[in-house]
């Protein structure tokens, strides 16, 4: 079975703080993806990577950066979190060749007071 | 352009019964793939299923199925007999081959489905 694992479930940080959400893969997939998940605004995508080192922009990259290190770890970065950053946060990764299905992290709910 | 859409932000239904959600989507590709995910109270989006655009044969899995028509651009769902673990919020997506969006997933907007006892 696919196993995506995100570093929490629930996070509390102050507006301004430095944010690190962490995703991690058991399946040695190319690509992994960030996304957040707003009421009404569904899934919306912040940044993808194709394999160690790369990234690319999605939708919605303003605010946030990423680092790939490693193929199985994709890290999320708030440099200053802000309070429209409170939101879910998912992690998912696919293989770059073949079946195109992502498969998902349990989401991390981040609320910036 | 693409995109996808399900029309129904929410249904309710009362146990055992049927249920379809609809999902239309918009492609200029000739290659490319729909999924459906489910997404519990819990919070993960879990994968039901994948079909490619050459594949339009109906899919049935226990008490889901699917109905893939290219003609309409549709990919509608359907849970038969419904059950309250059922109740989630379902997201129709699109992967396209070659198209602009890099092979990524567009997600519909979601139905969240109620089941009551």
């Known amino acids: 079975d696919v196993k995506v694992t995100q570093s929490s479930r629930y996070l509390v940080k102050r507006t301004g703080e430095k944010v690190f959400l962490e995703c991690v893969q058991d399946m040695d997939h190319e690509n992994m993806f960030w996304y957040r998940q707003d009421p009404g605004l569904g899934l919306r995508l912040i940044y993808f990577?194709?394999?160690?080192?790369?990234?690319e922009k999605g939708d919605i990259p303003e605010g946030y950066s990423v680092s790939r290190e490693k193929k199985e770890r994709f890290s999320l970065i708030l440099e200053s979190a802000s309070t429209n950053q409170t939101s879910m946060y998912l992690c998912a990764s696919r293989r770059l060749a073949g079946a195109r299905e992502q498969y998902f992290g349990p989401g991390t709910r981040l609320t910036v007071t | 352009a693409q995109k996808v859409t399900q029309a129904q932000t929410e249904i309710s239904v009362v146990e055992k019964e049927d249920v379809t959600l609809d999902c239309v989507y918009e492609?200029?590709?000739?290659?490319?793939?729909l999924f459906w995910y489910k997404q519990p109270p819990s919070g993960e989006l879990v994968f039901l299923i994948r079909r490619n655009s050459f594949d339009e044969q109906n899919e049935i899995s226990g008490r889901y199925s699917w109905n893939f028509q290219k003609s309409t651009s549709s990919f509608n769902f359907t849970i038969t007999a419904s059950q309250v673990v059922d109740s989630a919020v379902y997201f129709c997506?699109?992967?396209?081959?070659?198209?602009?969006?890099?092979?990524?997933?567009?997600f519909g907007k979601g139905t969240k489905l109620s089941v009551k006892p």
């Open positions: 492609t200029r590709d000739t290659t490319y793939y």
């Open positions: 990577s194709y394999d160690v080192k790369m990234k």
């Open positions: 997506a699109l992967s396209e081959a070659y198209g602009g969006s890099q092979g990524n997933l567009i």
